[in-house]
């Protein structure tokens, strides 16, 4: 990466922090310099009342002084503090909108990313980073633009007030001395200056190298460690942790690996004390220095003796100012590393093309007929960075209004084949038509609108309950009411203490309610009813439910499903008689399609061994003794 491309990401970042936080960079920037002015107050007039009382001034001249000096500290730290408060209420928006572009990029990125275990690991790099040393984001937010800005004023105000130590006109005394006063004796000086500058700034430089490499070591330590930490914290988990007596064990890989992580740090403090010392030391050497040289000029009668104070601290404050911006420009070379690995994150491109024709407005509710079609033509894929096919020549043609159930073994294709039909992936081979028309060229918002999904996987959030059904702040009680109603919650919810807005679980609200895997798949399926899809796509729907609940769900499927198209996912065999039509998955392909007694009446095909296994298992169970 070359300086111009660190340079450019560290000015990128910066826009971002004005994106996040509007106001705070210049407000930082009046505060920067107010902060850097502020001691060359003391140091410049300090200076003058030495040299007053020294030459006996006036009792009010110094009073005078005394006064103007107290005025501007007031004014000058009154300013400072409203600058400060300014900055840092605008500045808090930053830390509540710090994970916005990352959160924002995976909920807009290619799904496949999504599912993609390398991206998730370089979220986790990036988040670590931020969280445990502050590179990055944080980085520029707390130092980079604060301390270059005090930093460059720090040179401007020091370089005012400390020129006059290395012009001043000679005073011969015919001794060795007179050195003291040649320009030889200047530039010597500037040179150990320089020279003390680069030590400090190559000190900074390995320190954050150093750093640099001990964070690759953490990473991987620290991301399993983060897992346990979970794993303990989850209080769902404390059923399976006590029941298994797998408390101690996770906690003692915890504490494994958070002893790991300690010595690591301790390893890495032990280096910047080295380092911290080393600098410490050259600042001193540096410091006694120039207070040799600006005494002996003052002894010799250079300039007043006021001037010591005003000279050596204005170069200190110079050495200060000058050593802070030489450790920022080596340190956003070092940074520009972290601001590289986000900002690749946040510019993953999109593979999958997003469409421009608008999806035709068919569902009953807004005026059409609801006439859908979909039909897989051909269509084969396998997942990106695998070799095996996932499907392959998978052609079907799923009508409006149909029920068709897709049942197989596990890993049999099922859940790509619904992937797909939701353009969570794109066909590696093949078309996939709506209403004729290949699904890429519709837009991808408006198409995933015809989904209604429930996922087996699917998530419930800590939000009130019609929230959860709604998907949304604002909800239609009545509409949230009977879609709870239909999918077999409407006894539930009446003994709910605040209905609808009854909070589920209880990680916010102490009377929230937790609720069973039975209970959580008909609110799962309600949130279904109420998108009000044309397409209803419902995997293993009553896997959780109790054979009474299953049974209500399947003697009500169509008024459940209504006018709306139904893919239905099941291992259960026998809760697929209701549909129609059956797609038997097997090795990625439809090996058989038909009805339930199609298919039953089919010798050695896939459908009628899995119903048979199936059907002996419960023939054993209804045998065995009660």
Request: glycine share 8%.
């Amino acid at each position: 990466m070359t300086a111009k491309d660190k340079i450019r990401l560290t000015l990128r970042g910066l826009r971002l922090i004005r994106e996040m936080a509007p106001g705070y960079l210049p407000f930082t920037a009046i505060r920067s310099a107010l902060e850097a002015l502020l001691p060359f107050i003391s140091i410049d007039m300090s200076g003058r009342i030495i040299t007053a009382a020294a030459q006996r001034a006036d009792w009010r001249e110094l009073a005078a002084l005394a006064l103007l000096t107290a005025a501007l500290n007031f004014l000058t730290t009154l300013l400072l503090n409203l600058m400060t408060r300014i900055a840092n209420t605008r500045g808090s928006n930053f830390w509540q909108m710090q994970d916005l572009p990352l959160d924002r990029k995976i909920q807009t990125m290619d799904y496949e990313y999504v599912e993609d275990s390398a991206v998730h690991a370089k979220r986790d790099t990036i988040k670590m980073k931020e969280s445990s040393f502050g590179r990055g984001l944080p980085r520029l937010y707390w130092w980079y633009f604060s301390t270059g800005i005090k930093g460059f004023f720090q040179v401007v105000f020091s370089l005012a007030l400390v020129i006059g130590a290395f012009t001043a006109e000679p005073v011969p005394t015919g001794s060795a001395w007179d050195f003291v006063f040649s320009p030889w004796c200047s530039v010597l000086l500037l040179l150990l200056f320089a020279l003390s500058l680069v030590w400090d700034v190559s000190i900074q430089a390995a320190s954050a190298k150093r750093e640099n490499e001990m964070l690759e070591g953490f990473n991987g330590v620290n991301r399993v460690a983060q897992y346990y930490a979970g794993l303990l914290m989850d209080y769902r988990l404390g059923k399976d942790l006590k029941l298994y007596r797998m408390k101690d064990s996770v906690l003692g890989e915890f504490t494994s690996f958070s002893e790991t992580i300690n010595r690591l740090f301790a390893r890495w403090q032990k280096g910047e004390a080295r380092y911290r010392s080393l600098s410490f030391a050259n600042s001193a050497v540096m410091s006694g220095l120039m207070y040799v040289y600006v005494g002996l000029k003052a002894l010799f009668g250079a300039f007043p003796v006021g001037s010591i104070v005003t000279c050596v601290g204005s170069l200190t404050q110079f050495r200060s100012g000058f050593s802070g911006l030489l450790n920022v420009a080596s340190d956003v070379f070092i940074n520009a590393e972290a601001l590289r690995e986000l900002f690749d994150f946040l510019d993953l491109p999109d593979k999958k093309y997003q469409g421009t024709l608008p999806v035709e407005k068919r569902a009953f509710c807004d005026g059409g007929d609801n006439d859908y079609e979909i039909e897989f033509r051909d269509v084969s894929f396998r997942y990106p960075g695998a070799d095996a096919w996932a499907l392959r020549h998978v052609s079907l043609r799923l009508r409006v209004g149909e029920r068709m159930a897709v049942v197989g073994r596990n890993g049999s294709g099922k859940t790509t084949f619904i992937k797909l039909l939701c353009r969570l992936y794109d066909p590696t081979e093949g078309q996939i038509l709506l209403n004729g028309v290949d699904i890429r060229k519709y837009q991808y918002d408006e198409y995933l609108s015809l989904f209604s999904v429930v996922f087996q996987d699917f998530s419930l959030f800590s939000f009130p309950l019609g929230q959860n059904v709604a998907s949304s702040v604002e909800v239609e009680k009545e509409r949230a009411a009977a879609c709870l109603e239909k999918a077999g919650f409407g006894q539930r919810l009446q003994t709910l203490p605040k209905g609808l807005d009854t909070c589920l679980y209880k990680d916010f609200e102490e009377d929230g309610v937790e609720i069973s895997g039975g209970e959580a798949q008909k609110i799962a399926l309600a949130r279904a009813l109420y998108k009000d899809a044309p397409f209803l796509i419902l995997d293993e729907p009553t896997a959780a439910l109790d054979p009474i609940a299953e049974y209500e769900v399947y003697s009500h499927f169509n008024e459940i499903v209504e006018d709306k198209t139904a893919v239905y996912i099941s291992h259960r065999l026998s809760s697929c008689r209701f549909c129609g039509d059956i797609a038997v998955f097997d090795g990625g392909e439809i090996v058989q399609r038909g009805s339930h007694e199609t298919l039953l009446a089919q010798e050695g095909g896939v459908y009628r061994a899995l119903w048979h296994a199936q059907a002996q298992y419960y023939a054993k169970e209804t045998a065995a003794p009660g």
